[in-house]
C-alpha cells in the first residue's frame, strides 16, 4: 500500500519573505561587531534551531583566520566536545586545544583521530593554539596564563553570573551567544538573598553582563531552521514575544508519511493529527495521580510504539532523493522529572522499543528530533509550583522537533492554572521574565486544544 502522505504545516512567512536572506543579514552583522567592533562584548539572542553552534563555528573560524587566537566557554563536555569535531569538519587544519579535566574519560573519544586537535588537562600545554575549548567550570581553575584578545562564550543563557565572573580575566572581548527562551542557570541554593541586585550570582550570565552594561550591542538570529511552520507562529508568540522569530520553512517543504493505516485507536488518531498539523494533544480523563502516573508513562509509550509500526518516513527540505525513515534515534521522549523518564523508558522495554532518546528538559536542550513525546509538566497534578511553571522548562519540551511534537496530558489543566495563579513574591529590582509559566501554559494549551484528542485507555 502506497504511504498516505499528510504535510506538517501552516503559513508563518510573508510573502516575500527569504529566511536565508534575512539569517545572513544578521550573521553579518554578529559578525562585522564582533570582529571590527570596540565593545568588549557583543550579545547575540537565538531562538530554537536558528544555528547557535553554526554561528560560534563561523566566528571562531573568522577570528582564527584574522590572527586572533581565541578562547571558547562552553557549558558541559558534551557541547565543548561537538564544538571540536565541528571545527575540525568545517577546518581540518586548524589547530585546536581541547583543555579538560582530570578526570577518567574526560571528552569523546572521536577527537582521538583528529590530528589537529591536541588534547591536554594543563592551559599552557594549548598555548600559542589558534583556538582553545573547555567548560566554563574548567577554565574558572585556569591560572597565571595570559589573557586571550577574544572569547567566545556558548549556551550564555545556561552560564550563571558567577561563573562568568570566575572567567572574566582570562579574555579582553567576548561573543555571547545563546538562547533566552531555555532553562535559567541551575542553582542548588536558595537565590532568595541576591534577588534584586545587580549582582545576583544566580542570574544568567548574559542578564547580569546587560544589567551593568546596557550599550553593549545586541543581535537576535531571525529563523529557526528547526521548528517547521507548524510550530514556530506559536513558539515565538508563547516564549519570544519581545524577540519573533520566524521558520525557516514553509507548508509544504516537510511532510510524515505513514505507510501503516491507522487502526483507530488514541495513538493513532493523535499520530495521524500531529503528521497532518505538526501538534497532537492525546487527552487522558481527569485524575490527580502520582508523578509516574501509570495510565500516562504507558499512553507515551504507546505512542512511540506506534509511531514505529507505522513505518513513518520523513520528507524535508534537505536534499535527500528519498523519504528518510522515522527511525528510534530520531524520536524523542520529554519528562519533567527523572522518575517519570525512567518510568517511560520501562515501559517502552515491555514494548520493545529501544533506541529512543528519554529524558528531562534540563537533558533535551540543545537536541534535536523529527518527533517529539511530550508528557505535559502538569499533567495530574494536583497543584502548579513554580518548578512546573517554569517557562524554559516547557519550551524546551515543545521546541525539540522538525515534524511533529505530540503532547499527553490528562484533562483539567487549564482549570488548574486558573486554580493556581502565579503567586510568586514580587522583588523590587527584578527583572520581570514575560511571558510567565502561566501564561505560556495557556497559550500552549489554547493552539493544542485545537489537535485534541481524547482517549479512555
Known sequence: ????????????????????????????????????????????????????????????LELAEAGRPLMVVAQTNAQVDDLVLRLAEKSPDLPVGRLHSSDTDPYDKALDGLDNVRKSAKAADLAGLDVVIS?????????????????????????????????????????????????DPFSIVGSEQW??????????????LLAHNPELPQHRLPVSWRLPASAAPLVSDAFYPYTPFRSGTGPGDRRLALAVPSDGSGPDRVIDEAAESGWGLLEL??????????????????????????????????????????????????????DQAAAVRSALTELGVTDVVVDTANRLQGREYDVTVVLHPLSGRPDATAFHLETGRLCVLASRHRHACIVVCRAGVSDLLDAYPSTEPVQLGTLVKFPDGWEANHS??????EHRIEWRP
Open 195 to 208: 534577588a534584586g541586585l545587580s549582582y545576583d550570582p544566580s542570574a544568567s550570565a548574559v542578564t547580569t
Open 444 to 449: 500552549l494549551l489554547a493552539h493544542l486544544t
Open 135 to 183: 567548560t566554563a567550570a574548567k577554565w574558572a581553575h585556569v591560572k597565571g596564563v595570559e589573557p586571550w584578545a577574544h572569547a567566545i562564550v556558548d549556551e550564555a543563557y545556561q552560564m550563571r553570573s558567577d561563573a562568568l565572573l570566575a572567567v572574566a580575566g582570562l579574555f579582553e572581548r567576548a561573543l555571547f551567544v545563546g538562547d533566552p527562551g531555555q532553562l
Open 285 to 338: 480523563p481527569a485524575r490527580h495521580t502520582p508523578r509516574t502516573d501509570p495510565e500516562a508513562v504507558r499512553a507515551v509509550a504507546l505512542v512511540v510504539r506506534r509511531l514505529l509500526d507505522r513505518e513513518g518516513a520523513t520528507t524535508s527540505e534537505r536534499p535527500t532523493p528519498d523519504p528518510v525513515p522515522l527511525t528510534a534515534d530520531r524520536i524523542a521522549v520529554g519528562t519533567a522529572h527523572r
Open 1 to 60: 500500500m502506497p504511504p498516505e502522505t499528510v504535510t506538517t504545516g501552516a503559513a508563518t512567512a510573508d510573502a516575500g519573505f527569504d529566511p536565508g536572506a534575512a539569517a545572513a543579514r544578521a550573521t553579518d552583522a554578529i559578525l562585522r561587531d564582533t570582529l571590527h567592533g570596540t565593545a568588549r562584548g557583543v550579545v547575540v539572542d537565538s531562538p530554537p534551531g536558528a544555528g547557535k553552534s553554526t554561528l560560534v563555528v563561523r566566528a571562531a
